[in-house]
């Protein structure tokens, strides 16, 4: 099953990340973010490009937005998520309070 979310900079819609079901992960700037002249990259790792970022393993960017230690075992427990499925707890529990201006909005399956 395809996970997908909504990247967005102080609340202004930037991108989406996704995992697919062999793990990859993806991530790609809007097309209107990218044609904004005010656009900044979220990383040096991920600068502006219209083309897709590809890896098979969470973007250590998007990885640094979990919680560490005690708080990410309350998440885990409270939202029955394995510790080990980062991509579920990046999804979940990043809409606010994180660090920095990224937050993320998961895009629910649509059901035909």
Do not use: W
């Not at 991920?46 to 890896?55: G, H, K, M």
């Amino acid at each position: 099953m395809m996970q997908k979310a909504k990247v967005y900079r102080n609340k202004e819609l930037i991108g989406v990340i996704q995992k697919d079901d062999e793990g990859l992960y993806q991530f790609s700037y809007l097309e209107d973010y990218l044609n904004d002249t005010n656009a900044l990259s979220i990383s040096v790792h991920l600068p502006l490009q219209q083309n897709s970022f590809y890896a098979k393993r969470l973007f250590p960017f998007f990885f640094n937005l979990l919680a560490e230690g005690s708080v990410k075992d309350m998440q885990c427990r409270a939202l029955k998520i394995d510790s080990n499925d980062h991509f579920t707890r990046l999804i979940k529990t990043t809409q606010s309070n994180t660090i920095g201006s990224i937050t993320l909005e998961e895009i629910e399956d649509e059901v035909s």
